[in-house]
């Protein structure tokens, strides 16, 4: 019985070492593999640069701002949408909100 445990615990601890023996081929290879990455780094390509996406993203907001005022002032103000264009309805409008 006592050679059943013993051998028990043998294969144990050949399994740990086994385990161990497999977690350093990997770190081996992770290590290896890092120092080969250097070597195949390419610069990334981006489909859209960062200057016209700024751009873009400046050009849906003015978008967004006008569609707002028109809803503001078409729908919810009673007015005709195409009057936010207009200079003299924002003459008008700052003529209101400063008033002497």
Do not use: C, F
């Not at 400046?58 to 707002?68: E, T």
């Amino acid at each position: 019985m006592e050679q059943k445990e013993l051998k028990k615990s043998l294969t144990r601890e050949e399994l740990r070492k086994a385990q161990k023996n497999k977690a350093k081929q990997q770190e081996e290879i992770a290590a290896s593999e890092e120092q080969e990455r250097p070597e195949k780094l390419k610069w990334r390509i981006r489909l859209i640069p960062i200057w016209l996406r700024i751009i873009i993203l400046l050009v849906a907001m003015g978008v967004a701002v006008i569609a707002g005022a028109m809803v503001g002032y078409g729908v919810l103000g009673g007015g005709n949408p195409m009057d936010v264009l207009e200079k003299e309805t924002w003459q008008h409008i700052l003529d209101l909100v400063n008033k002497d």
